[in-house]
């Protein structure tokens, strides 16, 4: 067991290819190398190209992170690795690569759960959690709501999307309103001009689907219902409001992702809510969730834009929490698990 | 010199430790384990296995010989990717050496080197006497039968060949996946004058499928309910 374990993450379940080195709670190094050109003509992630992208991106990466923390790979304590949920093809790259760089070192080698990951990043900025918290994670690939009491033992999933993730939807609509992908930022910028003029519809949120998805997420219906809008506007011939209709759009899923994730709070008896996942980058969200949770005696813990992206930090803050907590490493057959459980912290 | 040489651009996954001493080569461990569906699991366990079962410790190592196939792409990933981290990690050079040239480097006279690239289609390359005649290509075994009929080929050797022997119109004989010891003889000369490292440039032959516009849903599965 150590106190302030020296641990080096790699993450590469999507399109970014991360290594990040921490000590303890400590960030040192978070290098990154985005495939994320290379998909945007394809308006989303093409899993072959992320793949071969991580494949070239990774020996470059490890050397890059290790360099700006100072650190050799002889002075590390474990090395940690995203080991699912993600792209089978892209987290192979990643588990392969750190299977080998642990072999060499002859470390222990930690596989761990990515969603966690993302719960874990918080502590390198805000440090250690003191209680249970709720933890949202909402990004291109996941929307979540999970309780989570001992990161090192593991999170009891709540809800998550029932079809769209919430990036997926922004995603999709910064394409109808023909801004590049992904398309986050684009749509955060744009709202920024305009007003939340039009009410779209927040999915799963009337009293009968509360009985039975209270906390779940829907975003499939809210992206229709602004294709129909934009598209009746096209037709009448007139112009078509793109900062409203991206202010009215983000408003309605911040609307119920803070809501919902309120209710989580309140329900468990919580006092800590961590937001987590590339959507956590966005500014309303971020906003919005401060001011409903202060009204509640909740606070929020959400890491700056940069940790909220997938990263290798994330995958060292875990793998460092769980050296630290004493776990056991995983054994080198550990496989890609592209759907790995949310109830596994580690393999 | 001591190496160690991966492949897993076959169903076989292929870890061994070669001892390339002035009298020649000799292999001190392997392990072929053949599992079309496991290599990310398996290489790393394999290596492990030929380290200790040769009484090697990583830093004993002089360098690493890794097929770059032509091979399926997510497991011949997990061999490059393997390679090219303990490489950087020792400070040792890592060298590609072509999987079909592995296959084929024993053979003698005419012969189709022939691997399985999954779709019903083959990797293949002609050797005469151990040395590549034509470059590695992709393509349908009844294509490949056209494209040798003028080659003079008896023989043919890999699992492609085994499994396509009526489609090609050529008996197949041993060996179904390439000898580990053919990448240490392969590598051989580069290993002993110290080259430098190699960038290990994957041969996939064929482009990624890439058409659709797929949506950005890495995660979307039982992991994320
Ligand atoms: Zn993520």
């Given at each position: 067991m150590r106190d302030e374990p020296l641990v080096l993450g790699i993450e590469t379940s999507c399109d970014e290819t991360g290594v990040g080195i921490v000590r303890g709670h400590t960030l040192l190094a978070d290098a990154l190398a985005s495939s994320v050109d290379e998909h945007a003509r394809f308006g989303g992630v093409v899993p072959e190209v992320a793949s071969r992208a991580h494949l070239e991106a990774l020996v470059p990466t490890i050397n890059r992170a290790l360099d700006d923390a100072g650190v050799k790979l002889a002075d590390l304590d474990a090395i940690a690795v995203t080991a699912g949920p993600g792209l089978a093809g892209a987290l192979l790259v990643g588990v392969a690569g750190a299977k080998g760089l642990a072999l060499a070192t002859e470390k222990p080698i930690f596989g761990v759960n990515h969603l966690a990951a993302h719960v874990a990043v918080d502590t390198l900025e805000h440090g250690p959690f003191t209680g249970p918290a709720i933890a949202l994670l909402v990004s291109g690939g996941h929307s979540s709501l999970l309780r989570v009491d001992d990161l090192s033992a593991g999170v009891t999933p709540m809800g998550a999307t029932i079809d769209d993730a919430a990036g997926e939807a922004f995603d999709k609509v910064a394409r109808l309103l023909g801004m590049p992908f992904p398309g986050g930022p684009p749509i955060d910028r744009a709202a920024r001009e305009g007003e939340a003029t039009v009410?779209?519809?927040?999915?799963?949120?009337?009293?009968?689907?509360?009985?039975?998805?209270?906390?779940?997420?829907?975003?499939?219906?809210?992206?229709?219902?602004?294709?129909?809008?934009?598209?009746?506007?096209?037709?009448?011939?007139?112009?078509?409001?793109?900062?409203?209709?991206?202010?009215?759009?983000?408003?309605?899923?911040?609307?119920?992702?803070?809501?919902?994730?309120?209710?989580?709070?309140?329900?468990a008896g919580v006092q800590t809510l961590v937001i987590g996942g590339g959507v956590a980058a966005n500014s309303r969200l971020r906003a919005m969730a401060q001011e409903r949770a202060a009204k509640h005696g909740i606070t929020v813990r959400v890491p700056r834009p940069k940790l909220c992206t997938d990263n290798g930090a994330m995958v060292a803050a875990l793998g460092s929490h769980l050296v630290a907590a004493g776990r056991r490493p995983s054994k080198l057959d550990f496989p890609a698990d592209s759907a790995m459980s949310l109830s596994l912290i580690g393999v | 010199m001591l190496v160690l040489v991966l492949d897993t651009a076959t169903p076989a996954i292929t870890a061994a430790v070669a001892d390339l001493g002035d009298g020649g080569i000799e292999l001190r461990a392997q392990r072929v384990t053949v599992d079309g569906r496991a290599h990310g699991e398996l290489l790393a366990p394999s290596i492990d296995a030929v380290l200790t079962e040769a009484g090697v410790k990583p830093f004993d190592l002089s360098a690493i010989v890794v097929g770059v196939g032509p091979g399926p792409f997510t497991g011949l990933r997990a061999g490059l990717v393997t390679a090219a981290t303990m490489s950087s990690a020792l400070g040792i050079p890592a060298y590609g050496v072509c999987t079909l040239d592995a296959l084929g480097a024993a053979t003698v006279g005419t012969v189709l080197v022939a691997t399985d690239a999954r779709r019903r289609e083959i990797y293949w390359?002609?050797?005469?006497?151990?040395?590549?005649?034509?470059?590695?290509?992709?393509?349908?075994?009844?294509?490949?039968?056209?494209?040798?009929?003028?080659?003079?080929?008896?023989?043919?050797?890999?699992?492609?060949?085994?499994?396509?022997?009526?489609?090609?119109?050529?008996?197949?004989?041993?060996?179904?996946?390439?000898?580990?010891?053919?990448?240490?003889?392969l590598a051989a000369d580069r290993v002993r004058a110290k080259a430098p490292s190699e960038p290990l440039t994957p041969l996939y032959l064929r482009r990624p499928d890439a058409v659709e516009p797929a949506t950005r849903k890495p995660a979307l599965a039982a992991g994320e309910r």
């Open positions: 009410s779209f519809p927040r999915g799963l949120t009337t009293a009968r689907d509360l009985q039975s998805h209270r906390f779940d997420f829907s975003f499939s219906g809210l992206k229709t219902a602004v294709a129909r809008w934009v598209e009746a506007r096209e037709r009448d011939g007139s112009p078509v409001p793109v900062n409203d209709v991206a202010a009215s759009f983000q408003e309605a899923v911040c609307d119920v992702l803070t809501m919902k994730a309120i209710d989580a709070c309140r329900h | 390359a002609v050797y005469r006497d151990g040395l590549p005649g034509t470059p590695p290509k992709v393509a349908k075994p009844a294509e490949v039968a056209i494209a040798i009929a003028s080659e003079g080929v008896l023989r043919a050797v890999g699992e492609g060949a085994e499994k396509y022997a009526e489609l090609l119109g050529v008996s197949a004989e041993a060996p179904s996946f390439p000898p580990p010891i053919e990448f240490a003889r």
